[in-house]
């Protein structure tokens, strides 16, 4: 049999192990190339002058006297920058409903978040630019800022956009069967509770940050970037700045992390990208800190009022809520703001099966930075609100929180199936996970522990959740709205005259090392040792077309993409050194760089040589022979809308009831991503992404006062867990192949950050338990700790 | 956040750093180790004309020894204070509390004159400094004066140094024998600025000081738990109870991470585990 199917059917050499990255050792001796690296000759600085006001009308701005400092090339006003660019509305034709008026780059008349963009000085150095900031001259009119959710939506409150009739972008409803009779009946225990998650942000350790340059000759706009999906970006630019798309290079070298931040539209980098075609010269903007906190989108700030009824025997009967969240604003472009909320709707419950839902999500405008898709977009939302609530109703009924899911959540052998809200689900082992989670984290002798320690005034508690991811779209996350978005990706591997093999890709590296595991898939499915295997992402110029990274869906449709680019280039290899050697392409194979006998493993010639002949001695082949040492294929999902990936995780921790301080003792994922390509890459993501669930669920948080000034915009004051706060976090896998796919790889990226809060909610509620209080809102701060106490 | 514009001056002798203090028109700040003022010339919440870097003046270094007292220069990092011998054996509240200022990356170069020079409300040193009776020696143009901790901080970075003034010296009493120390502090986080702290100093007559940090506009001494401890040998449940619960003698002001009543709460908390920690020593 040929085919990628056979792929498998002998031992990987790469596939599976814990290969090093091939990266890591450059970007360890500091040798990384990020965008604030770069000198282009002539490159002047943008220089953004930010409103101080969350909405102010801008009657007026007086830039003479900045024009005449040292430095200054150029002063934009947003009125300027206005003139230049086609506006942009974060909106999508799936999300039926969804309002967000048009957005220019840079506030025209009105300012309507601290932070947004006005004004941009074009300076010979980002500190003289600072300088002539402060000698602009803005007349603002200060207007009532819109800052609460809740009240966002009152009749009164002042309108954000004065054409539409109040400051709500998006509603939408979602019913199934009846829940108001359903939790009606006597014998159904009805819990209800009112969860608030706050509102924070991505943090990145390498900030946002663009060099952008115009080619005059060429009519070429070239933008290196920091971020995850360079053609959406080409095509925006393209669109939006009147350029045909195949005049707009995007190319994204190394990249500091991203996390959602980076796969949207800011103003300040489609204002540098419209400077720069003004002037004909390289412009560069890196974002400091402080304009990351206001300008990096936010994500959660939700307000959620949430009931689940219960038979006493654990039946879940039905689950509901209401959400508002608050996005700023302006939907962002071109995801739009609204798909957080949707996924909430769409996946709370979904590892469960149960009967009755209904769920209202409101989209709110207010008066500060805009909120969009952050790792795990929606996701510790919805865990949350399901898994906390149903070990809320365990208490209520006192039940084990492993005994009410093990009674609802949907068996492994049910697939396919479908959630309550209709999601498509296969290959999922929910009671597979949570086996193995009992396992690996020993929960009978926690037991044991949490009672000997409450007998000495010590409160520990352990939560759990089991959850569901959404991993690999398809076009029907983004693609079928309208959006600049493919969800289809492409591999391309050449094969050199060296016998090296060169691999490039539309998904992009931002540092969860996309890149070494395309290389193991290039190396093991084509046959080189994988130092013999370079690879190239990023760049729009030189890549295939396709999404980037995003929806954890690098290794599921990259990886496939790759793998079967590869093993392409392995049947047309074979095909051209059986006519070489005189032999069937079937009876040879490819291994470590060497045509072998498939049987004996006989070494018959190199990749170096065979290539040598194609490349430089054409003559010995026959004329019919016409060897093509490259291929390319592309990849997208066509079964599902989504491939979900399910986990199952669980947190201890114990609560300092005098100081309100939570200490996480120990932390357990498993996770069910199909195939692991790396075991050390997936775990470590789902560290990182465990520790960004910490930072939401005990210490980030954008502070905002009723002005709409947030007031803890450094790293000194909005707290990300570091190296201390990290506890040890225990990995371990269960894997179901997807059937989607040869490579049968799902996401795991956001796994971590979409479980974590509710694992630890419920650790820390149960940890309250006997003192009879508990907490639903995050960040669980000391202080938030205390008052749920009543100790102050 | 690039500071603005500003002249550079890096003297080698206290004489010259008065001079250039002493001329107004150079808008003089003194840089030390640059872990606060740094970043607030970024921000632009300090613009000063000229920048004073003291690091290269050597009288600025060196903890020395004297009969009754230990004499630390302004310019001694606190990774020297923490290694120091001699502050272990004669100033050993010095050494309890330095693992908890900041983390180890900026200990290398903060300094105890920046700490005392800056007066942040959350500091550890000038806690230290109220309870020991640390004297702060200040020397300008006009010759060399001594200000009592006690009278030196004044506010949320405020303190009695005036612009032409250089803190030169801390000068702490040794310990005696049978002195005692506490000392605990509540942070969100491992290395951050204290939600509240307490520094305790029991001296042979049983006099106790006790001075928070966190709570108020500065390091604060609470007469009325001082009044309660002092004379009493045994630091029993009771007292400690008691202590506790006479903490109502300063206006606790909140902050970021915490109201007013939940820095009360937590300064309780740590009044109580430092006590505890002393009983237990
Ligand atoms: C992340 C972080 C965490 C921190 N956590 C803590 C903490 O937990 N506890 C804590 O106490 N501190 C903490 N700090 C603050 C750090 O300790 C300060 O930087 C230090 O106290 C100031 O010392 P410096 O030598 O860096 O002074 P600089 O930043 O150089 O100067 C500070 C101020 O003092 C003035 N000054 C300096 N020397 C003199 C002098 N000889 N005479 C008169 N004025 C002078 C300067 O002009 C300036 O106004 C933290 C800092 C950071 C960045």
């Known amino acids: ?792 | 956040m690039k500071a603005p514009d500003f002249s550079y001056e890096k003297p080698t002798t206290i004489s010259d750093v008065l001079a250039l203090l002493a001329n107004n028109e150079l808008e003089c700040q003194l840089l030390a180790g640059g872990q606060s003022l740094m970043p607030m010339m970024n921000f632009r919440m300090a613009s000063p004309g000229t920048l004073v870097d003291i690091s290269n003046v050597s009288e600025l270094s060196g903890i020395n020894e004297r009969d009754e007292t230990i004499e630390i220069g302004a310019m001694v990092r606190y990774r020297e204070l923490e290694l120091s011998e001699i502050i272990k054996a004669h100033c050993p509240l010095v050494a309890m509390v330095l693992p908890y200022v900041a983390h180890a990356a900026i200990r290398n170069r903060g300094t105890i004159g920046g700490s005392i020079g800056l007066s942040d409300p959350a500091a550890e040193l000038p806690a230290v400094l109220l309870v020991l009776d640390g004297k702060i020696e200040i020397t300008s143009e006009k010759g060399i004066r001594l200000e009592p901790a006690r009278t030196f901080f004044k506010g949320i970075y405020e303190t009695s140094c005036e612009p032409d003034e250089l803190i030169t010296k801390i000068i702490l009493p040794k310990k005696h024998l049978k002195q005692k120390f506490g000392f605990h502090e509540i942070a969100r986080r491992h290395g951050d600025y204290a939600m509240a702290g307490v520094c305790i100093a029991q001296d042979i007559d049983l006099k106790v000081r006790v001075a928070f940090f966190g709570v108020a506009d500065r390091a604060v001494r609470s007469i009325a738990v001082e009044k309660l401890l002092s004379g009493n040998s045994d630091l029993s449940e009771q007292l400690i109870k008691d202590a506790q619960n006479a903490l109502n003698d300063i206006e606790f002001e909140g902050d970021m991470n915490a109201g007013p009543e939940a820095k009360q709460h937590i300064a309780k908390v740590v009044l109580e585990r430092a006590l505890k920690e002393m009983k237990n020593e």
């Open chain 1, 1 to 792: 049999m040929t085919g990628p199917a056979t792929v498998f059917d002998k031992p990987t050499d790469y596939i599976g192990k814990s290969i090093p990255r091939s990266d890591a050792a450059r970007l360890l001796r500091g040798k990384g190339r990020y965008v604030d690296d770069m000198q282009l000759p002539r490159m002047v600085h943008a220089v953004f002058l930010r409103s101080p006001y969350a909405h102010a009308k801008i009657n007026a701005i007086d830039i003479s006297q900045a024009m005449k400092l040292p430095g200054v090339v150029a002063i934009y006003t947003g009125k300027d920058i206005a003139q230049h660019v086609e506006p942009y509305v974060g909106v999508l034709s799936h999300l039926p409903g969804l309002r967000s008026p048009a957005q220019y780059p840079l506030a025209v008349d009105v300012a309507r978040w601290q932070g947004e963009p006005v004004a941009v000085v074009i300076c010979a150095s980002r500190a003289l630019g600072e300088d002539a900031l402060e000698h602009i001259r803005v007349d603002y009119e200060k207007l009532t800022a819109v800052t609460d959710t809740l009240n966002a939506l009152s009749p009164d409150a002042p309108l954000i956009h004065e054409e539409y009739d109040s400051n709500l972008a998006w509603k939408r409803q979602v019913e199934v069967g009846n829940l108001e009779e359903a939790l009606a009946q006597d014998d159904v225990v009805v819990v209800e509770k009112q969860i608030k998650f706050g509102r924070h942000t991505g943090v990145t350790l390498e900030t946002r940050a663009t060099v952008c340059d115009y080619i005059p000759g060429d009519g070429q706009l070239i933008m290196y970037y920091a971020g995850q999906a360079p053609h959406m970006l080409q095509f925006i630019l393209a669109k939006h700045l009147d350029m045909l798309e195949e005049n707009v290079r995007v190319v994204a070298h190394d990249v500091g992390g991203s996390f959602g931040i980076k796969v949207h539209t800011y103003g300040d980098e489609i204002a540098t990208a419209i400077v720069a075609k003004l002037l004909k010269r390289p412009v560069k903007f890196t974002a400091d800190r402080l304009e990351s906190f206001v300008t990096d989108i936010h994500a959660r700030d939700h307000f959620v009022d949430a009931k689940i009824g219960v038979k006493k025997d654990g039946t879940i009967v039905g689950m509901g809520f209401n959400d508002f969240t608050g996005i700023g604003p302006f939907s962002m472009y071109p995801r739009t703001s609204a798909i957080e909320c949707n996924q909430i709707l769409n996946l709370t419950g979904a590892p469960y099966q149960f009967e009755h839902y209904h769920a209202v999500g409101h989209v709110v405008f207010q008066n500060k930075t805009l909120m969009c898709q952050y790792r795990a977009v929606g996701h510790p939302i919805a865990m949350a609100i399901s898994d906390c609530m149903i070990e809320e109703a365990a208490r209520v009924i006192g039940m084990d929180p492993v005994k009410i899911r093990r009674k609802n959540l949907i068996p492994d052998d049910a697939y396919p199936t479908k959630s309550t809200t209709g999601m498509r689900f296969d290959d999922l082992s929910h009671h597979a996970c949570l086996d193995k989670l009992l396992e690996i984290m020993d929960y009978d002798a926690l037991l044991e522990d949490q009672q000997n320690a409450r007998g000495n005034g010590i409160y520990r508690g352990i939560g759990f959740v089991s959850l569901v991811e959404v991993t690999n779209p398809s076009p029907m996350f983004y693609g079928v709205g309208g959006a600049p978005i493919a969800s289809q990706d492409g591999a391309t591997v050449r094969l050199d005259a060296a016998g090296a093999l060169h691999i490039s890709s539309s998904v992009t590296e931002q540092g969860q090392g996309t890149n070494a595991i395309l290389q193991q898939i290039a190396a093991d499915v084509f046959g080189v040792s994988i130092e013999r295997v370079k690879v190239t992402t990023g760049d729009t110029a030189t890549v295939p077309y396709g999404g980037g990274t995003w929806a954890s869906r690098g290794a599921g449709i990259g990886g496939e993409a790759m793998l079967l680019a590869s093993h392409a280039l392995k049947e047309q290899v074979l095909d051209t050194a059986a006519v070489i050697l005189q032999a069937k392409p079937e009876d040879l194979d490819i291994a470590f760089g060497e045509i072998v006998n498939k049987g004996s493993r006989e070494r018959k010639i190199s990749l170096g040589d065979l290539a040598k002949i194609v490349y430089y001695r054409g003559n010995e082949l026959p004329h019919d022979l016409k060897p093509e040492l490259i291929a390319t294929r592309h990849y997208r999902v066509t079964d599902f809308p989504f491939v979900f990936t399910n986990g199952a995780m669980a947190a201890h921790v114990e609560v300092d009831t005098n100081t309100g301080l939570i200490k996480i003792l120990h932390f357990w994922a498993v996770e069910d991503c199909g195939r692991v390509i790396n075991p050390q890459l997936v775990d470590d993501q789902i560290r990182g992404g465990v520790v960004q669930g910490i930072g939401g669920a005990l210490y980030e948080e954008c502070v905002y006062d009723s002005d709409g000034q947030m007031q803890n915009a450094s790293m000194a004051d909005y707290l990300v867990p570091m190296a201390s706060e990290m506890p040890e976090i225990t990995v371990a896998h269960v894997e179901t192949y997807t059937k989607t796919s040869v490579l049968g790889a799902k996401g795991a990226g956001e796994a971590g950050t979409g479980g974590a809060p509710a694992a630890i909610m419920n650790a820390v509620n149960n940890a309250l338990e006997p003192l009879n209080c508990g907490l639903w809102q995050m960040p669980m701060t000391p202080e938030r700790v205390l008052k749920a106490l009543g100790k102050i």
